[in-house]
């Protein structure tokens, strides 16, 4: 990440935004542990994946809070070490996104210490690289 953001950063992936524009069980306690960490960093993929899922959410209050929910972040840029790191076999399998979420973590991984993340896989991935996955519930 270089200059930016002082302090450490938490990852946010696709499964935990979404949280913050549609109301689900997990979101008082995300939002709440969210409070802790001001510094915010995702794929710059996630605010195609935010208006995608806000579309299909459908209307436009939704599609505003997705937006809104990516405001905060500081967004990383797909590159080619993200493509190779995705391409790498990882256990368990991940699906595109998921793996393209994990290699720009790890990208970044001496300036995150937590990813926010609660789809399994990705989490589980998450979780052997060491990169401190975490899910409130």
């Not at 969210?34 to 935010?50: M, Y």
């Not at 790191?85 to 393209?100: E, K, N, V, Y």
Request: hydrophobic letters at 55%.
């Amino acid at each position: 990440m270089g200059a930016g953001p002082v302090g450490p950063a938490a990852y946010i992936d696709a499964s935990a935004l979404v949280k913050l524009f549609k109301a689900e069980v997990e979101t008082a306690a995300l939002l709440a542990e969210l409070a802790q960490w001001p510094v915010r960093v995702a794929s710059a993929l996630i605010t195609v994946e935010a208006i995608c899922t806000a579309r299909r959410l459908g209307g436009k209050a939704v599609l505003e809070r997705a937006q809104a929910a990516t405001k905060g972040l500081t967004l990383i840029p797909v590159s080619a070490e993200i493509v190779r790191l995705a391409g790498d076999p990882h256990t368990p399998p991940l699906r595109a996104m998921d793996a393209i979420h994990l290699a720009t973590a790890l990208t970044v991984r001496n300036d995150v210490a937590a990813m926010f993340v609660y789809d399994g896989e990705l989490h589980a991935a998450a979780k052997a690289h060491k990169l401190n996955p975490l899910a409130p519930a």
